[in-house]
Protein backbone atom coordinates (compact mmCIF):
# COMPACT_ATOMS: atom_id res chain seq x y z
CA UNK A 1 0.00 0.00 0.00
CA UNK A 2 1.48 3.38 -0.77
CA UNK A 3 1.83 5.91 1.95
CA UNK A 4 0.45 9.78 1.76
CA UNK A 5 3.58 10.60 1.82
CA UNK A 6 4.69 8.25 -0.96
CA UNK A 7 1.71 9.54 -3.01
CA UNK A 8 3.12 13.17 -1.80
CA UNK A 9 6.48 12.55 -3.20
CA UNK A 10 4.59 11.21 -6.71
CA UNK A 11 2.72 14.44 -7.06
CA UNK A 12 6.05 16.42 -6.25
CA UNK A 13 8.15 14.79 -8.65
CA UNK A 14 5.25 14.59 -11.64
CA UNK A 15 5.43 18.90 -10.81
CA UNK A 16 9.07 19.15 -11.15
CA UNK A 17 9.36 16.87 -14.03
CA UNK A 18 7.08 18.55 -16.40
CA UNK A 19 9.08 21.75 -14.84
CA UNK A 20 12.19 20.72 -15.93
CA UNK A 21 10.42 20.01 -19.44
CA UNK A 22 9.18 23.05 -19.92
CA UNK A 23 12.32 25.25 -19.24
CA UNK A 24 14.54 22.98 -21.04
CA UNK A 25 16.53 21.73 -17.49
CA UNK A 26 19.20 18.87 -16.78
CA UNK A 27 18.13 19.51 -12.74
CA UNK A 28 16.66 21.26 -10.15
CA UNK A 29 18.42 21.91 -6.52
CA UNK A 30 16.64 23.42 -3.84
CA UNK A 31 18.78 24.52 -1.40
CA UNK A 32 17.37 24.76 2.18
CA UNK A 33 19.61 27.90 3.66
CA UNK A 34 22.39 28.79 5.49
CA UNK A 35 22.35 29.80 8.60
CA UNK A 36 22.43 33.62 9.05
CA UNK A 37 24.11 35.16 12.28
CA UNK A 38 23.12 38.54 14.43
CA UNK A 39 25.32 41.36 13.65
CA UNK A 40 28.35 41.09 14.86
CA UNK A 41 27.56 38.16 17.24
CA UNK A 42 28.22 34.66 16.71
CA UNK A 43 24.42 33.58 17.73
CA UNK A 44 22.29 32.65 14.99
CA UNK A 45 18.75 33.64 14.31
CA UNK A 46 16.01 31.01 13.98
CA UNK A 47 16.19 28.97 11.11
CA UNK A 48 13.46 27.62 9.03
CA UNK A 49 14.69 26.13 5.98
CA UNK A 50 13.47 27.37 2.13
CA UNK A 51 9.64 25.81 1.77
CA UNK A 52 10.68 24.20 -1.86
CA UNK A 53 13.02 22.03 -0.36
CA UNK A 54 11.29 21.57 2.83
CA UNK A 55 8.11 20.16 0.88
CA UNK A 56 9.54 17.21 0.04
CA UNK A 57 10.67 15.82 3.52
CA UNK A 58 8.22 14.42 6.58
CA UNK A 59 10.55 16.00 9.30
CA UNK A 60 11.80 19.88 9.96
CA UNK A 61 14.88 20.30 7.70
CA UNK A 62 17.64 22.19 9.04
CA UNK A 63 20.74 24.24 7.41
CA UNK A 64 22.49 23.13 4.00
CA UNK A 65 20.60 20.54 3.13
CA UNK A 66 19.85 19.88 -0.44
CA UNK A 67 17.30 18.04 -2.48
CA UNK A 68 18.62 17.44 -6.08
CA UNK A 69 16.01 16.30 -8.92
CA UNK A 70 16.98 14.59 -12.07
CA UNK A 71 13.88 13.35 -14.89
CA UNK A 72 13.42 9.31 -14.20
CA UNK A 73 16.05 9.38 -11.22
CA UNK A 74 14.82 9.12 -7.46
CA UNK A 75 15.29 12.28 -6.02
CA UNK A 76 18.88 12.88 -4.07
CA UNK A 77 18.73 14.19 -0.99
CA UNK A 78 22.12 15.58 0.46
CA UNK A 79 22.35 15.63 3.99
CA UNK A 80 24.63 18.15 5.81
CA UNK A 81 27.98 16.57 7.52
CA UNK A 82 28.38 17.84 11.09
CA UNK A 83 32.11 17.17 12.64
CA UNK A 84 32.23 19.21 15.27
CA UNK A 85 31.79 18.82 19.25
CA UNK A 86 29.73 22.02 19.86
CA UNK A 87 26.05 20.41 18.75
CA UNK A 88 24.63 17.42 19.04
CA UNK A 89 24.50 14.76 16.64
CA UNK A 90 22.75 15.16 13.24
CA UNK A 91 22.10 11.70 12.25
CA UNK A 92 19.68 11.55 9.01
CA UNK A 93 16.14 10.21 10.39
CA UNK A 94 15.14 6.77 9.75
CA UNK A 95 11.64 5.77 8.53
CA UNK A 96 10.04 4.64 5.47
CA UNK A 97 10.47 7.69 3.62
CA UNK A 98 13.83 6.65 2.92
CA UNK A 99 12.63 4.73 0.45
CA UNK A 100 12.06 7.20 -2.15
CA UNK A 101 15.24 8.52 -2.03
CA UNK A 102 18.99 8.62 -2.57
CA UNK A 103 20.50 9.68 0.45
CA UNK A 104 24.20 11.42 0.41
CA UNK A 105 25.75 12.81 3.73
CA UNK A 106 28.12 15.37 2.20
CA UNK A 107 29.13 19.20 2.25
CA UNK A 108 28.15 22.08 -0.27
CA UNK A 109 31.38 21.85 -2.17
CA UNK A 110 31.40 17.95 -2.46
CA UNK A 111 31.47 16.00 -5.23
CA UNK A 112 27.71 16.12 -5.96
CA UNK A 113 28.22 19.50 -6.49
CA UNK A 114 30.50 19.33 -8.60
CA UNK A 115 28.96 16.80 -10.93
CA UNK A 116 25.49 18.30 -11.63
CA UNK A 117 24.84 18.41 -14.94
CA UNK A 118 25.06 21.52 -17.15
CA UNK A 119 21.94 23.06 -17.41
CA UNK A 120 21.08 22.94 -13.38
CA UNK A 121 19.21 25.33 -11.72
CA UNK A 122 18.95 26.56 -7.75
CA UNK A 123 15.86 27.44 -6.19
CA UNK A 124 16.78 28.60 -2.53
CA UNK A 125 19.02 31.04 -0.85
CA UNK A 126 22.59 31.88 -1.94
CA UNK A 127 22.59 31.04 -5.74
CA UNK A 128 25.45 29.30 -7.41
CA UNK A 129 26.97 31.26 -9.71
CA UNK A 130 27.65 27.28 -11.94
CA UNK A 131 23.61 27.22 -12.16
CA UNK A 132 21.21 28.17 -15.00
CA UNK A 133 19.18 31.31 -14.56
CA UNK A 134 16.27 29.95 -15.06
CA UNK A 135 13.41 32.99 -15.14
CA UNK A 136 10.24 32.04 -14.42
CA UNK A 137 10.79 28.41 -12.75
CA UNK A 138 9.96 29.71 -8.84
CA UNK A 139 6.47 30.93 -10.31
CA UNK A 140 5.81 27.64 -12.16
CA UNK A 141 6.18 25.88 -9.07
CA UNK A 142 5.29 28.07 -6.46
CA UNK A 143 1.76 28.19 -8.29
CA UNK A 144 0.69 24.72 -7.76
CA UNK A 145 1.80 24.75 -4.14
CA UNK A 146 -1.41 26.12 -3.52
CA UNK A 147 -2.95 22.66 -3.92
CA UNK A 148 -2.43 20.44 -1.32
CA UNK A 149 -1.74 17.00 -1.04
CA UNK A 150 -3.53 14.46 1.44
CA UNK A 151 -0.58 14.27 3.21
CA UNK A 152 -0.01 17.47 3.53
CA UNK A 153 -3.39 17.96 4.34
CA UNK A 154 -3.35 15.75 7.71
CA UNK A 155 0.16 17.89 8.39
CA UNK A 156 -1.97 20.98 8.60
CA UNK A 157 -4.74 19.03 10.53
CA UNK A 158 -2.03 17.85 13.22
CA UNK A 159 -0.74 21.56 13.52
CA UNK A 160 -4.49 22.63 13.84
CA UNK A 161 -5.22 20.33 16.47
CA UNK A 162 -1.71 21.31 18.67
CA UNK A 163 -2.57 25.10 17.86
CA UNK A 164 -6.36 24.24 19.63
CA UNK A 165 -4.80 22.56 22.37
CA UNK A 166 -2.96 25.84 23.19
CA UNK A 167 -5.89 28.15 22.65
CA UNK A 168 -7.70 25.98 25.22
CA UNK A 169 -4.95 26.37 27.65
CA UNK A 170 -4.99 30.65 26.79
CA UNK A 171 -8.58 30.77 27.15
CA UNK A 172 -8.62 29.61 31.06
CA UNK A 173 -4.91 31.28 31.32
CA UNK A 174 -6.83 34.48 30.53
CA UNK A 175 -10.08 33.44 32.60
CA UNK A 176 -7.71 32.85 35.50
CA UNK A 177 -6.31 36.51 34.99
CA UNK A 178 -2.82 35.71 33.77
CA UNK A 179 -1.25 38.18 32.21
CA UNK A 180 -0.32 38.37 28.52
CA UNK A 181 3.13 36.28 28.88
CA UNK A 182 1.50 33.54 31.13
CA UNK A 183 -1.17 33.47 28.59
CA UNK A 184 1.83 32.93 26.21
CA UNK A 185 3.49 30.32 27.88
CA UNK A 186 0.20 28.40 28.41
CA UNK A 187 -0.62 28.49 24.65
CA UNK A 188 3.09 26.67 24.12
CA UNK A 189 3.20 24.49 26.96
CA UNK A 190 -0.36 22.72 25.80
CA UNK A 191 0.63 22.99 21.92
CA UNK A 192 3.76 21.48 22.60
CA UNK A 193 6.74 24.14 21.08
CA UNK A 194 8.88 26.83 22.01
CA UNK A 195 8.78 30.10 20.93
CA UNK A 196 10.71 29.62 18.10
CA UNK A 197 9.04 26.89 16.86
CA UNK A 198 5.70 28.63 16.16
CA UNK A 199 5.27 29.40 12.43
CA UNK A 200 4.86 32.99 13.59
CA UNK A 201 5.28 35.18 16.90
CA UNK A 202 2.23 34.29 18.44
CA UNK A 203 0.05 37.71 19.32
CA UNK A 204 -1.58 37.54 22.54
CA UNK A 205 -3.21 40.58 23.39
CA UNK A 206 -5.41 41.38 26.25
CA UNK A 207 -8.43 45.03 26.07
CA UNK A 208 -6.74 47.72 24.15
CA UNK A 209 -3.79 45.53 22.87
CA UNK A 210 -6.25 43.04 20.82
CA UNK A 211 -6.93 46.24 18.52
CA UNK A 212 -3.12 46.17 17.57
CA UNK A 213 -3.35 43.74 14.18
CA UNK A 214 -0.03 42.40 14.99
CA UNK A 215 0.62 43.35 18.59
CA UNK A 216 4.43 41.59 19.31
CA UNK A 217 4.61 42.59 23.04
CA UNK A 218 3.69 40.08 25.69
CA UNK A 219 3.36 42.61 29.15
CA UNK A 220 4.24 40.88 32.83
CA UNK A 221 1.09 42.79 34.08
CA UNK A 222 -1.80 40.16 35.43
CA UNK A 223 -4.85 41.61 34.75
CA UNK A 224 -7.68 39.92 37.05
CA UNK A 225 -10.24 41.34 35.06
CA UNK A 226 -9.06 41.63 32.04
CA UNK A 227 -12.07 42.09 29.62
CA UNK A 228 -10.82 40.50 26.03
CA UNK A 229 -8.30 38.31 24.59
CA UNK A 230 -7.08 38.27 21.22
CA UNK A 231 -4.85 35.12 21.06
CA UNK A 232 -3.63 34.83 17.17
CA UNK A 233 -1.23 31.45 17.26
CA UNK A 234 -0.25 28.53 15.87
CA UNK A 235 2.04 25.43 15.25
CA UNK A 236 4.11 23.80 13.17
CA UNK A 237 4.03 20.32 11.64
CA UNK A 238 7.09 19.43 9.74
CA UNK A 239 6.89 22.99 8.20
CA UNK A 240 3.36 22.96 7.77
CA UNK A 241 1.57 25.73 9.69
CA UNK A 242 -1.46 26.51 11.23
CA UNK A 243 -2.83 30.27 12.24
CA UNK A 244 -5.31 30.39 14.62
CA UNK A 245 -7.36 33.49 15.49
CA UNK A 246 -9.64 33.60 18.37
CA UNK A 247 -11.47 36.46 21.04
CA UNK A 248 -12.64 35.22 24.28
CA UNK A 249 -14.45 37.59 26.30
CA UNK A 250 -14.97 37.30 30.37
CA UNK A 251 -18.55 39.44 30.73
CA UNK A 252 -21.84 38.57 28.82
CA UNK A 253 -22.34 42.26 27.34
CA UNK A 254 -23.04 43.82 24.44
CA UNK A 255 -19.20 43.47 23.34
CA UNK A 256 -19.65 39.73 23.46
CA UNK A 257 -23.07 39.97 21.31
CA UNK A 258 -20.85 41.47 18.69
CA UNK A 259 -18.20 38.75 19.27
CA UNK A 260 -20.96 35.74 18.79
CA UNK A 261 -22.42 37.97 15.87
CA UNK A 262 -18.97 37.78 14.30
CA UNK A 263 -18.11 34.26 14.91
CA UNK A 264 -21.93 33.38 13.02
CA UNK A 265 -20.71 35.57 9.91
CA UNK A 266 -17.04 34.07 10.13
CA UNK A 267 -18.64 30.67 10.17
CA UNK A 268 -20.71 31.24 7.02
CA UNK A 269 -18.25 32.85 5.49
CA UNK A 270 -16.10 29.52 5.83
CA UNK A 271 -18.80 27.58 4.58
CA UNK A 272 -18.84 29.76 1.13
CA UNK A 273 -14.91 28.91 0.79
CA UNK A 274 -16.06 26.35 -1.89
CA UNK A 275 -14.35 25.64 -5.62
CA UNK A 276 -14.88 27.85 -8.17
CA UNK A 277 -15.59 30.61 -5.63
CA UNK A 278 -13.70 33.87 -6.18
CA UNK A 279 -11.85 35.45 -3.15
CA UNK A 280 -11.96 38.49 -3.82
CA UNK A 281 -15.80 38.30 -4.20
CA UNK A 282 -15.83 36.46 -0.44
CA UNK A 283 -14.08 39.52 1.39
CA UNK A 284 -16.76 41.66 -0.99
CA UNK A 285 -19.20 40.07 1.05
CA UNK A 286 -17.40 40.20 4.18
CA UNK A 287 -16.91 43.83 3.94
CA UNK A 288 -20.95 43.91 3.57
CA UNK A 289 -21.19 41.75 6.52
CA UNK A 290 -19.44 44.28 8.92
CA UNK A 291 -21.09 47.22 7.63
CA UNK A 292 -24.49 45.03 8.36
CA UNK A 293 -23.10 44.28 12.12
CA UNK A 294 -22.22 47.88 12.33
CA UNK A 295 -25.22 48.86 11.62
CA UNK A 296 -27.20 46.04 13.76
CA UNK A 297 -25.15 46.94 17.11
CA UNK A 298 -25.74 50.44 16.32
CA UNK A 299 -21.91 51.47 15.62
CA UNK A 300 -22.86 53.15 12.52
CA UNK A 301 -26.54 54.38 11.55
CA UNK A 302 -25.75 54.98 7.78
CA UNK A 303 -27.37 51.91 5.27
CA UNK A 304 -25.42 49.02 4.22
CA UNK A 305 -24.64 50.94 0.82
CA UNK A 306 -23.86 53.87 2.07
CA UNK A 307 -20.94 52.68 4.05
CA UNK A 308 -19.79 50.64 1.39
CA UNK A 309 -19.84 53.50 -0.69
CA UNK A 310 -17.68 55.35 2.00
CA UNK A 311 -15.87 52.54 3.03
CA UNK A 312 -16.71 52.48 6.79
CA UNK A 313 -16.37 49.14 6.99
CA UNK A 314 -12.15 49.11 6.33
CA UNK A 315 -12.09 51.79 9.17
CA UNK A 316 -12.78 48.51 11.30
CA UNK A 317 -11.97 45.86 9.13
CA UNK A 318 -8.58 47.21 7.82
CA UNK A 319 -7.24 43.71 6.33
CA UNK A 320 -7.95 40.96 3.93
CA UNK A 321 -10.28 38.33 4.62
CA UNK A 322 -7.37 35.75 4.58
CA UNK A 323 -4.77 34.10 2.85
CA UNK A 324 -3.19 30.64 1.43
CA UNK A 325 -1.86 29.07 4.43
CA UNK A 326 1.00 25.91 3.57
CA UNK A 327 4.79 25.99 4.47
CA UNK A 328 4.70 29.69 5.19
CA UNK A 329 1.65 31.13 7.05
CA UNK A 330 0.95 33.35 3.96
CA UNK A 331 1.67 31.40 1.45
CA UNK A 332 3.46 31.66 -1.49
CA UNK A 333 1.46 32.56 -5.11
CA UNK A 334 -1.87 34.37 -3.34
CA UNK A 335 -2.24 37.22 -6.39
CA UNK A 336 -0.86 34.60 -8.92
CA UNK A 337 -3.24 33.60 -11.41
CA UNK A 338 -1.11 31.05 -13.70
CA UNK A 339 1.93 29.01 -13.98
CA UNK A 340 3.67 31.76 -15.94
CA UNK A 341 3.53 34.41 -12.77
CA UNK A 342 0.38 36.41 -14.33
CA UNK A 343 -0.19 38.84 -10.92
CA UNK A 344 -3.60 39.61 -9.85
CA UNK A 345 -3.34 42.39 -7.55
CA UNK A 346 -6.23 43.45 -4.87
CA UNK A 347 -7.46 46.94 -5.92
CA UNK A 348 -7.50 49.82 -3.98
CA UNK A 349 -10.75 49.03 -1.60
CA UNK A 350 -8.92 46.15 -0.68
CA UNK A 351 -5.44 46.83 -0.64
CA UNK A 352 -3.89 44.33 1.69
CA UNK A 353 -5.64 40.89 0.24
CA UNK A 354 -3.34 38.03 -0.14
CA UNK A 355 -5.57 36.28 -2.09
CA UNK A 356 -7.05 37.20 -5.06
CA UNK A 357 -7.18 33.83 -6.58
CA UNK A 358 -10.52 31.61 -7.46
CA UNK A 359 -10.53 28.84 -5.03
CA UNK A 360 -9.46 25.44 -5.83
CA UNK A 361 -10.30 22.22 -4.52
CA UNK A 362 -7.53 21.22 -1.67
CA UNK A 363 -6.39 25.03 -1.48
CA UNK A 364 -6.02 25.46 2.13
CA UNK A 365 -7.07 29.15 3.16
CA UNK A 366 -7.58 30.87 6.43
CA UNK A 367 -11.13 32.98 7.00
CA UNK A 368 -10.83 35.95 8.97
CA UNK A 369 -12.60 38.51 9.42
CA UNK A 370 -11.90 41.38 12.11
CA UNK A 371 -14.03 44.21 13.90
CA UNK A 372 -11.73 46.75 15.84
CA UNK A 373 -11.87 50.16 17.36
CA UNK A 374 -8.33 51.53 16.51
CA UNK A 375 -7.82 54.86 17.71
CA UNK A 376 -5.90 55.94 14.59
CA UNK A 377 -8.42 54.85 12.63
CA UNK A 378 -11.60 56.23 13.81
CA UNK A 379 -9.58 59.64 14.11
CA UNK A 380 -8.87 59.88 10.71
CA UNK A 381 -12.40 58.85 9.74
CA UNK A 382 -13.71 61.50 12.16
CA UNK A 383 -11.16 63.85 10.61
CA UNK A 384 -12.03 63.15 6.75
CA UNK A 385 -15.27 62.45 6.57
CA UNK A 386 -18.48 64.79 8.37
CA UNK A 387 -21.24 62.49 7.64
CA UNK A 388 -19.67 59.07 9.02
CA UNK A 389 -22.77 58.25 10.42
CA UNK A 390 -21.08 56.93 13.46
CA UNK A 391 -22.22 56.98 17.10
CA UNK A 392 -18.71 58.03 18.60
CA UNK A 393 -20.14 57.66 22.06
CA UNK A 394 -21.16 54.21 21.53
CA UNK A 395 -17.49 53.59 19.78
CA UNK A 396 -15.82 54.84 23.07
CA UNK A 397 -17.77 52.97 24.94
CA UNK A 398 -16.38 50.00 23.06
CA UNK A 399 -12.29 51.03 22.74
CA UNK A 400 -11.77 49.27 26.25
CA UNK A 401 -12.67 46.11 24.62
CA UNK A 402 -10.24 46.53 21.74
CA UNK A 403 -10.90 44.49 18.76
CA UNK A 404 -12.31 40.97 17.46
CA UNK A 405 -10.86 38.37 14.75
CA UNK A 406 -11.83 35.01 14.58
CA UNK A 407 -9.33 32.54 12.34
CA UNK A 408 -10.30 29.44 10.92
CA UNK A 409 -8.36 27.22 8.78
CA UNK A 410 -10.43 25.63 6.04
CA UNK A 411 -9.35 23.02 3.04
CA UNK A 412 -11.64 23.95 0.42
CA UNK A 413 -13.72 21.57 -1.37
CA UNK A 414 -16.59 20.83 -4.82
CA UNK A 415 -19.08 21.11 -1.72
CA UNK A 416 -18.74 21.56 1.75
CA UNK A 417 -14.91 22.47 3.04
CA UNK A 418 -13.15 21.32 5.78
CA UNK A 419 -12.69 22.94 8.68
CA UNK A 420 -10.14 21.45 10.59
CA UNK A 421 -9.77 24.47 13.20
CA UNK A 422 -13.78 24.16 13.73
CA UNK A 423 -12.90 20.47 14.11
CA UNK A 424 -10.09 20.28 16.51
CA UNK A 425 -12.24 22.59 18.69
CA UNK A 426 -14.97 19.88 18.77
CA UNK A 427 -12.85 17.23 19.65
N1 LIG B 1 -1.15 35.49 11.98
C1 LIG B 1 -1.05 36.30 10.84
C2 LIG B 1 -2.26 36.23 10.04
O1 LIG B 1 -3.30 35.88 10.54
O2 LIG B 1 -2.26 36.44 8.86
MN1 LIG C 1 -3.42 34.67 12.24
MN1 LIG D 1 -3.90 34.51 8.94
Avoid at 90 to 110: E, L, R, T
Wanted: aromatic fraction near 8%; glycine fraction near 6%.
Amino acid sequence: MTTLYQQHVDVLIHRYEDAMAHFGLDAIVLASGEKSYYFQDDHTHPFHAYSGAQQWLPFTLGAETYVVLQTGKQPTLVWPVRDDFWHAPNPVPGGDWQKNWSIIPAKKNDAWFSNLPKHTAWLGPQPITAAVVCDGLKAYVDFAKAVKTDFEIQAMRRASDRAVAGHVAAKDAFLAGMSELEIHLAFLKASQQTAAQEPYPGIVGLNEHSAVLHYEHKSIEQMENSRTLLIDAGASEHGYASDITRTFVRHDDDFSALVNDLDTMEQKLCRSAMSGVSFRDLHQDTLVGIATLLHEHKICALSVEEQLTKRIPQVFFPHGLGHLLGLQVHDVGGHQIDSAGTLSKPDESAPFLRLTRTLEKNMVVTIEPGLYFIPMLIEKMQAEMVNHGCDMARIQHFMPYGGIRIEDNVVVKDDLPKNLTRTAFSH
